[in-house]
């Protein structure tokens, strides 16, 4: 048989197989995509949007580390906001409604034309394992492709089944076919199998919305774009609109939860808290009488509309009973069934943190297969696993950032050290030091990490130094002009509705006052340099939250102490002293590379991090001694 | 890497007590800095100590630097690092032994620099430095476990699990607040309503409220771990004597004699169930002539004065005295004064002959304690009104919640500051979200008190139970 040789194999079309794929071919490995339905590739089988507060800042620190993610959206939107703008910086998050089919289309042509990579329509059924090192992946056709690493990104198609009231069968997504053989092939390895579930709105027909009565949300008149290296846009042909269950809906919901499989015992996985379906939002919240649904156009050349806030697995007829009880939706045609599927998940804590498995080396997991939901969410990781491959089979240190650096990092280390119990989704107070890890300083953060790996261009590069240093002369600058309480200087102020000055005092300083904003001030600073927007923005950012800024640079540090306090390689944690018997098997299953994330192990207490490190610093002398000798 | 300060760190490294000699040692990257700042040869000159060779001796004088003023004769020892205990530099002082020497020698070298080193510290920084054996790290390790497995036998212990109760409510009200202002940010099309400003500002006002009676209660702490001042009255030949040498000898931890001012009263310290006494026993009002005198008087109030806790003890066996009727005008001006009071009538064991009636109208009290002290018989029951008094009354207010240890006050002035920062970020009118910075800042110290956040703080703790007598 003929044996075909790759260097990473990447396992799935989805947003994480498509972010692997790239960024190993882009940093020049040799790689295989392999997907059951290339046409499927990058499809968005749940919302028609990406971004929002956690995922958006995500979707950018992809794009500073070279992902696709980004840019990809921006070729796809059709309507763009910035959500959270009445809070401060770290709060505004880019959500974009998306072109599914384009979004599929652009993804398809940008994996086609990519150097290093070859695109494989295929049902992976074996996974070729000798000796704890993946060796390669086996396929339907009974054809073996051969590579030291693989990236498994098979989304919710292990072993997933699908649920409208009482109707089940097997599937990967509605129409595709379950990786049955593959999930076999999984669990034979040792890994442990998890299982998870998740639902999706029905889409209808949008000849048949009353809109009139519904409230718009108008695309942003400002140019915006999720990418670093595209101009912004404005975008006016869609608009999102927002209606409300009500109490009628309640009542049909309710007559029918007993044929709902997520409520009435069929499905016994944990389900996500975080976007419930609506049955369950109307059993654990009877005190609300309504819930907001918004109607999100599913791209330009369809009459499909998603309903966010829909969430269901109701029975069909119960499906279209209940909306036709919502104002502007009473007499909706359902052109897709919402639905839930259940899915085998491999549980994260089994991985390191480059998203290599710890039993097989070589195999990386990534995506819904981690326990994670949310398209953002799988991307990252698989930008993540592509890059880790590539640095394995080089023999480089593999990319782990901290939390204090991405969200790329919270997520990743939330994963690995605390597993899941429920799909995971990213949001911002999952983040200590959110202040710093703005989506708008994403480039400022992790673009060096980009261009180091080779997935950055060096003209990007250079423009980002430049960028960087025009921030910096700006802010010294502004901290030099000195702004005296003129008569113009006050008028100016008390028009802002702010104090007047009594004395003298620089620019920067008087920018910290929350009235204020840069541009507003233009007047009183003649000598003001002509600058981008994007570099006025981090100089108005940084200059007037820098009391704040420094705090949480204050708690990073701390922060960084422990983490930078490291844990030696294969410690036997049953014969270390004085640690409690739980804390030895987490420490074992989890095997932490610092005593800030072993801190973080769930059921560790402080007294096991107190004696692991009292033992650390034990071996540490007597290694040291026996160097000595 | 290091958890630990490198601060200069000093103590009275000698048991307290009336020996000939106490040493006060000094550690750390200072050390020989701050010594040389109060160490003088004979003829009161400046010395450089750095030229000193290690693990050498010096004769010279301890000053106050400020005035120059002599504060002790000295044998100095300089000890370089790292062939030392702690692997730091050290420096001792042998002073003649006292402890209000002694104790000025180390308020001086405080005042230049040095930091009161926590108990067990000095072990702490030898382990760190790594020069105490591995026997020993793992007899640190036994101490950790040792910890959680010890029962809450001591009030003290008592008093621990009431401040961890008090600081997890309100790190729940923090975290509350925390929770209403991040679920509509994170999830801003689901309809969650946002906490209202106003509504943050009178939540978080009300915890800093409860931080800083908190803080408050750090005086408290420190009368526990000092003892509490308990001063012994009564006539002569009530008893009073003996009532101290029975308590004396009852507790079976006498910490340490200490020195009277005069010759009338007598001092000691000493353990009743996990809290410190320290015990003062008053002569009696009358002269060797029968007369009471006004300078007596004087003496007794001057006691009274600085008391936290007044034993007034009274004769079964004779009627009320001109002597008591002095006794008892003292105690009600001292009740008024909100003075902790326990009524105690000795010699139950002989005829009764004391007004009883009487004597609780004067003092508006409905019961004593009542006690032989030749026979023995209520002894026990006082010393429980004795603990009882400290928890229930008014020497240790606040629920029993206190602090009592430094870096408890510093943890929660830590938190105190976050939540002041939140009121000032609600004044300036930032962003909620910003709020949340201090928030959770002011959360991690509050978490600090109770172990729940890893830091040098747990260390410091095992070390500091891990008390090698250093």
Redo the contacts between chains.
């Keep these: 048989m003929k044996h075909y040789q790759y260097d990473v194999i990447v396992v799935g079309g989805g947003h994480a197989g498509c972010e692997a794929a790239l960024a190993a071919s882009r940093m020049g490995a040799k790689t295989l995509l392999i997907t059951s339905n290339i046409d499927n590739i990058a499809l968005m089988p749940c919302n028609p949007s990406i971004g929002?507060?956690?995922k958006g800042h995500v979707a950018r620190e992809i794009d500073a580390l070279g992902g696709e993610m980004a840019k990809n959206a921006d070729k796809a939107t059709i309507h763009i906001r910035m959500?959270?703008t009445?809070?401060?910086p770290?709060?505004w998050a880019l959500r974009a409604q998306i072109d599914k089919k384009l979004y599929t289309q652009e993804m398809i042509h940008t994996l086609q034309i990519q150097e290093n990579l070859d695109l494989k329509q295929e049902m992976v059924t074996k996974l070729i394992v000798n000796n704890f090192q993946v060796k390669g992946v086996m396929v339907k056709s009974g054809l073996e492709f051969s590579s030291p690493t693989v990236i498994l990104t098979p989304g919710t198609f292990l072993n997933g089944l699908i649920y409208i009231g009482k109707t089940i069968y097997s599937a990967g997504r509605a129409g595709e076919i379950a990786s049955i053989d593959l999930a076999e092939s999984l669990k034979s390895l040792g890994l442990k199998v998890g299982r998870l579930n998740t639902s999706t709105p029905p889409r209808i027909d949008r000849r048949t919305v009353d809109f009139s009565q519904m409230e718009e949300q108008k695309s942003a008149d400002l140019p915006l774009a999720f990418s670093f290296e595209n101009e912004g846009k404005i975008y006016n042909n869609f608009s999102v609109f927002m209606t409300r269950t009500n109490q009628k809906t309640h009542k049909v919901i309710q007559n029918n939860i007993n044929r709902v499989p997520l409520l009435n015992g069929t499905i016994q996985s944990a389900a996500i808290r975080?976007c419930p379906s609506v049955e369950d939002k109307i059993i654990r919240f009877p005190e609300k009488n309504s819930?907001?649904i918004?109607l999100e156009p599913e791209g330009y050349n369809t009459e499909e509309i998603y309903l966010?806030?829909f969430f269901t697995s109701l029975p069909a007829d119960a499906q279209q009973e209940a909306l036709h009880t919502i104002k502007g939706l009473e007499k909706c045609k359902i052109i897709r069934y919402g639905y839930a599927i259940e899915y085998d998940i491999i549980y994260p804590n089994q991985l390191k943190y480059s998203l290599e498995t710890k039993i097989i080396k070589g195999l990386f997991l990534a995506g819904q297969i981690n326990g994670t939901s949310g398209y953002e969410e799988a991307a990252e990781q698989g930008l993540i696993a592509g890059i880790n491959a590539v640095q394995l089979i080089s023999g480089k240190e593999p990319l782990i950032l901290d939390r204090s650096e991405a969200y790329i990092a919270v997520e990743i280390d939330d994963l690995v050290t605390k597993s899941v119990t429920e799909p995971y989704r990213l949001?911002?107070?999952l983040a200590?030091y959110?202040?710093l890890l703005r989506q708008d300083n994403a480039d400022l953060r992790l673009t060096p990490y980009g261009y180091k790996l080779g997935l950055i261009s060096e003209q990007r590069y250079q423009k980002f130094l430049k960028k960087k240093e025009l921030i910096e002369k700006e802010k010294e600058r502004l901290r030099e002009v000195i702004i005296r309480p003129t008569e113009e200087v006050n008028h100016l102020l008390s028009k802002l509705h702010t104090t007047p000055l009594s004395e003298a005092t620089n620019l920067a300083t008087l920018l910290t006052r929350?009235e204020i904003t840069y541009s507003q001030t233009s007047s009183i600073d003649p000598n003001r340099p002509k600058l981008p927007t994007e570099v006025t923005e981090q100089v108005e950012i940084q200059i007037k939250?820098a009391g704040?800024i420094k705090?949480?640079e204050i708690?990073v540090k701390?922060f960084k102490?422990?983490e930078?306090?490291k844990i030696p390689k294969g410690i036997d944690y049953f014969k270390l002293?004085?640690i409690s018997h739980e804390g030895k098997e987490r420490f074992s299953e989890i095997q932490p590379i610092s005593?800030g994330q072993a801190?973080r192990i769930p059921g560790i207490?402080?007294?096991d991090?107190?004696?692991l490190?009292?033992?650390i610093?034990?071996m540490k002398?007597?290694t040291k001694r026996i160097a000595r000798h | 890497?290091k958890?630990w300060e490198n601060d200069t760190i000093a103590a009275i490294s000698t048991p307290i007590g009336e020996s000939g000699i106490g040493i006060v040692r000094l550690s750390g990257s200072k050390a020989i800095g701050i010594a040389q700042k109060i160490f003088r040869d004979k003829r009161l000159k400046k010395m450089n100590l750095e030229e000193f060779p290690t693990h050498t001796a010096r004769y010279g004088l301890i000053v106050d630097p400020n005035n120059e003023e002599i504060i002790d004769e000295t044998i100095l020892i300089l000890m370089k690092k790292p062939k030392t205990y702690t692997r730091e530099d050290i420096v001792e002082f042998n002073c003649h032994g006292g402890i209000l020497l002694l104790r000025k020698v180390l308020d001086t070298l405080i005042n230049c620099g040095a930091r009161i080193a926590e108990p067990g510290e000095f072990t702490k920084r030898a382990f760190?430095n790594?020069r105490i054996d591995?026997s020993q790290?793992?007899a640190?390790?036994?101490l950790?476990?040792a910890?959680?497995e010890r029962s809450l036998k001591s009030s003290l212990a008592q008093l621990e699990g009431n401040l961890k109760i008090k600081v997890n409510n309100l790190r729940d009200k923090l975290v509350e607040i925390l929770a209403e202002i991040?679920?509509p940010?994170?999830?801003?099309?689901?309809?969650i309503k946002e906490l209202n400003i106003i509504e943050i500002q009178r939540r978080v006002k009300k915890i800093l409220k409860e931080v800083t009676m908190l803080l408050n209660t750090l005086d408290y702490g420190k009368i526990l771990r000092e003892g509490i001042n308990t001063v012994i009255i009564g006539k002569a030949n009530v008893g009073k004597s003996s009532l101290f040498n029975t308590l004396l000898k009852e507790s079976r931890a006498i910490v340490t004699p200490l020195p009277g001012t005069t010759r009338d009263t007598i001092e000691e310290l000493i353990n009743i169930k996990g809290i410190a006494f320290r015990i003062i026993d008053t002569a009696g009002l009358k002269n060797p002539e029968n007369v009471i005198e006004e300078i007596s008087l004087k003496r007794m109030r001057k006691f009274l004065d600085k008391a936290d806790l007044i034993l007034a003890m009274f004769d079964v066996n004779t009627p009320l005295s001109e002597e008591d009727m002095e006794i008892i005008q003292e105690i009600n001006k001292s009740r008024e004064r909100n003075k902790k009071i326990i009524i105690i009538e000795n010699k139950i064991d002989l005829k009764e002959r004391i007004e009883r009636q009487k004597l609780f109208e004067l003092l508006n009290i409905k019961e004593s304690v009542k006690i032989s002290l030749k026979n023995h018989v209520g002894v026990e029951q006082l010393e429980e009104e004795l603990v009882n008094t400290v928890f229930k009354g008014t020497i240790i207010p606040n629920n029993g919640v206190i602090i009592n240890n430094i870096r408890q006050a510093d943890a929660l002035k830590r938190t105190k500051k976050g939540l002041e920062?939140v009121l000032d970020g609600i004044k300036?009118?930032?962003?909620?979200?910003?709020l949340?910075?201090?928030l959770?800042?002011s959360l991690d110290s509050l978490g600090e008190i109770i172990?729940?956040?890893?830091?040098e703080e747990?260390?410091d703790n095992?070390f500091s139970r891990f008390c090698i007598g250093k």
């Design positions: 929002g507060p956690g959500l959270n009445s809070k401060g770290a709060m975080y819930h907001q918004f966010q806030g949001r911002t107070g200590e959110r202040l929350p939250y704040y705090r949480q708690q701390k102490k422990l930078n306090y002293h004085g005593l801190k207490t402080p007294s991090i107190t004696a490190m009292i033992n610093e034990k002398r007597t | 890497m958890f760190l790594g591995l790290a793992e640190v390790i036994d950790i476990q910890k959680t991040e679920a940010m994170d999830f801003p099309d689901q309809d920062y300036k009118k930032i962003p909620y979200d910003l949340t910075i201090d959770k800042d172990g729940e956040s890893v830091n747990i260390i095992i």
